[in-house]
């Protein structure tokens, strides 16, 4: 069998979240961290997902790596590309969803494609056009209060019309319920019009599974990784994909065990409540980062004590916090900057304690998973068992030995998440 799917993801943890689906829908899939151009594959896998950090840079750099992504994928021949953003839509002022979309679509030839975020595991679901967390609008969620990309708007078909030059249509829920075949007749009527981009309405896994096989014989997919968990029963009809036992199988789990939060979303910081009820834990500030790096050699010294005091309990260094704080940061430092100090400060404390013997690493927030995984110099990572919906622990290979790493979306997860995936990673390497 010839590798099946190849997914530009733009983000981190939207790349494990994908690649999550999928293995757990019996596809061996390696994630591929950065520019893939150069780096062999591994026998045996049915998927690629190249995770870039492309969801809040400028545009022309998304683009780029988007597109050098692309050519990568196409070189390795694979049948189908799925580009992997947030199932929140969020990204830049600028972009930079339609506009990366548009710029594959005509690598690849294409004249259409769809716009499927809705992942209904975790509560985002598209209705009329509209995009749901749980039974709130978008922009009435928390996502307004996302420190980089603010959502205030929850019709899609109006944010990705103000990304694009092409026109936007949408597939009604009707439609989708009335089968796939009414779903490809639709999308056909929106090509014969012109129209390149299609929102999908999605309120659950059977929409998914209608909006799969109505679209997988497209060059180009889009969305959240809802749709992953659908597709790959569509390539097994086509015969493009063989049956696999134990896709998600890791070695076994060694060293001690952090976790490193950046997110400053609703449910990370529940997770991180939860966390300092039953253990202690470190907060960095960024305006103290801003004066230098003692704030850094304090939470070494943090977490060196307590991994010394209780070697089997997970250590928490923690930079979120509520919205009217990190504003005020902002307002002092500048987004950019605020970003940046915390996720420097997160990678610093990544690669000493990784070096040190930490061989279970959770990690919360798309930029910092980001730059925790550029800090540790990591180029792939096999993905294992899932701990929630979209988290899935994974591994990868350091001087050190084996590192079991989870890379958690801010807003994904349960609460406790921050205890008990050390002890679904044990249950599943035992």
């Given at each position: ?362 990690v919360a927030g798309g930029e910092t998973s980001g730059a925790v995984v550029s800090a540790l110099s990591l180029d ?51």
């Amino acid at each position: 069998m010839s590798l099946v799917l190849g997914a530009i993801a733009d983000d981190f943890t939207g790349a494990t979240d994908l690649a999550n689906n999928l293995v757990r829908s019996g596809m061996r899939t390696v994630q591929i961290l950065g520019d893939p151009t150069g780096k062999p594959l591994p026998e045996g896998v049915d998927a690629v997902v190249v995770a870039l950090k492309s969801r809040s840079c400028a545009l022309d750099e998304a683009l780029k790596d988007s597109l050098a992504a692309l050519d990568w994928l196409r070189g390795q021949g694979v049948r189908q590309v799925f580009f992997k953003y947030c199932s929140t839509f969020d990204s830049t002022a600028e972009g930079n969803i339609g506009p990366v979309a548009d710029a594959l679509l005509e690598r690849l030839g294409g004249r259409q494609t769809v716009m499927v975020p809705a992942f209904p595991t975790t509560g985002r679901t598209v209705y009329q056009g509209h995009l749901f967390v749980g039974d709130r609008l978008l922009n009435d969620s928390g996502m307004q209060d996302h420190p980089l990309n603010p959502m205030t708007d929850a019709d899609l078909v109006r944010v990705l019309g103000a990304q694009t030059s092409h026109p936007v249509g949408l597939v009604s829920h009707a439609v989708i319920r009335a089968g796939a075949e009414a779903c490809r007749r639709r999308l056909g009527e929106l090509d014969a019009s012109g129209v390149r981009h299609v929102i999908c309405d999605t309120l659950d896994d059977d929409d998914l599974d209608v909006l799969a096989a109505a679209t997988v014989e497209l060059p180009l997919v889009t969305g959240g990784s809802g749709l992953g968990q659908a597709l790959p029963a569509e390539y097994r009809r086509k015969g493009w994909l063989a049956p696999v036992e134990d896709a998600a199988r890791l070695a076994p789990a060694q060293g001690r065990s952090l976790v490193l939060s950046g997110s400053c979303s609703q449910a990370t910081l529940a997770q991180v409540e939860h966390f300092l009820e039953h253990r202690p834990g470190f907060a960095l500030d960024p305006l103290s980062l801003a004066q230098g790096d003692q704030p850094i050699a304090e939470a070494l010294d943090f977490v060196r004590r307590q991994h010394a005091e209780s070697p089997d309990e997970p250590v928490l260094v923690y930079a979120s916090a509520a919205p009217d704080r990190v504003k005020a940061a902002q307002q002092q430092l500048g987004v950019a900057r605020a970003g940046e100090l915390v996720e420097r400060a997160l990678a610093s404390l990544a690669t000493t304690l990784v070096a040190e013997g930490v061989g279970r690493l959770l990690v919360a927030g798309g930029e910092t998973s980001g730059a925790v995984v550029s800090a540790l110099s990591l180029d792939r990572l096999r993905i294992g068992p899932q701990i929630d919906a979209g988290v899935p622990w994974t591994q990868a290979s350091v001087a050190a030995g084996t590192l079991s790493l989870a890379l958690k979306s801010g807003n994904f997860g349960g609460i406790d998440i921050f205890t008990r995936g050390f002890a679904v990673l044990e249950e599943a390497t035992r």
